[in-house]
């Protein structure tokens, strides 16, 4: 994820979202990865904290992340010696996927300056230039910026990025007024095939990307919050408080991920009959 220079925002979303088609698991999708947050510790067989140390405005910490004991996962953010700490996780190395749906329920219970995120990420991100297929999309799941100065109520914030971050980045993104993002737990998904890409909340569908780019490589799955100076009313004169008294933070209540199942032996052999080749990946 990087600041934005240019925001899209669809004026009349709340509108459109009246009659907007309902998104849920496709029929016959298998479930491939399920982290219901339950227990003390977090599953190291799936998620490792990344990337330790100074990023945008604070210091990411493995200390910020924590299971709270009734079945959430939990990124808090607070500030000690003028210093803002906060944290990440992701599956890179650990789970990756090509194509399916990806849901997560979050509560966002952030402040000005805070950015958090559900997101997916390739491993070649920035490879292979001009072929974003080949090389992967970053994929923004939902990311809660709090864009208070672009609309009137709180938005949900989509993207997608491609070509590195350097000169060649390319981007787009939808930001759509969505009452309520900022209270409670919601639902998250993103359905990615080799043709669509479709972002749901709470079940609603807020974004039909599927003009692309759309990736055909295997991405990993990050649950960020980062802090940045830059977006909207910034951060707080006197931070977050004390980790002790913090309130602040990313609660993810599940993560889950599913996929198409494999091709039958009944496909495949009318298939033959027919003299077809067909190619699966995931």
Not at 16 to 22: K, N, T
Not at 145 to 166: E, K, N, Q, R
Not at 182 to 192: R, S
Request: proline content about 6%; hydrophobic content about 40%.
């Amino acid at each position: 994820m990087i600041p934005r220079l240019f925001l899209h925002l669809a004026g009349v979303a709340c509108l459109a979202l009246l009659s907007a088609p309902a998104g849920a698991v496709p029929a016959g999708y298998v479930l491939t990865l399920g982290d219901e947050f339950d227990g003390d510790m977090l599953d190291e067989t799936i998620w490792e904290n990344r990337l330790p140390g100074p990023r945008r405005h604070a210091v990411n910490t493995a200390e910020a992340v924590r299971l709270d004991g009734e079945g959430h996962l939990v990124i808090d953010t607070w500030t000690e010696g003028g210093v803002h700490y906060t944290g990440m996780v992701g599956t890179q190395g650990r789970f990756e996927q090509t194509y399916g749906w990806f849901e997560a329920r979050i509560d966002f219970h952030d402040a000005p300056g805070m950015w958090s995120a559900f997101w997916l990420q390739s491993p070649d991100m920035g490879s292979f230039l001009g072929d974003p297929g080949r090389a992967g999309v970053e994929m923004d799941i939902v990311e809660h910026d709090l864009f208070t100065s672009v609309a009137t109520l709180p938005i949900w914030h989509g993207a997608l990025h491609w070509d590195g971050y350097g000169p060649e980045h390319k981007f787009r993104n939808s930001l759509v007024p969505m009452p309520g993002i900022g209270d409670g737990f919601h639902t998250y998904a993103l359905e990615w095939t080799p043709t669509t890409l479709h972002f749901y909340y709470d079940g609603m569908l807020v974004w039909d990307a599927s003009v692309g780019p759309i990736s055909h490589r295997a991405e990993f799955l990050i649950l960020s919050s980062e802090v940045e100076n830059s977006l909207i009313n910034g951060i707080p004169a006197g931070g977050y408080g004390l980790r002790s008294e913090t309130t602040p933070r990313m609660t993810v209540d599940y993560v889950r991920v599913y996929a198409a199942p494999e091709p039958s032996v009944a496909l495949l052999a009318v298939a033959a009959g027919f003299g077809l080749v067909l190619r699966f990946r995931r």
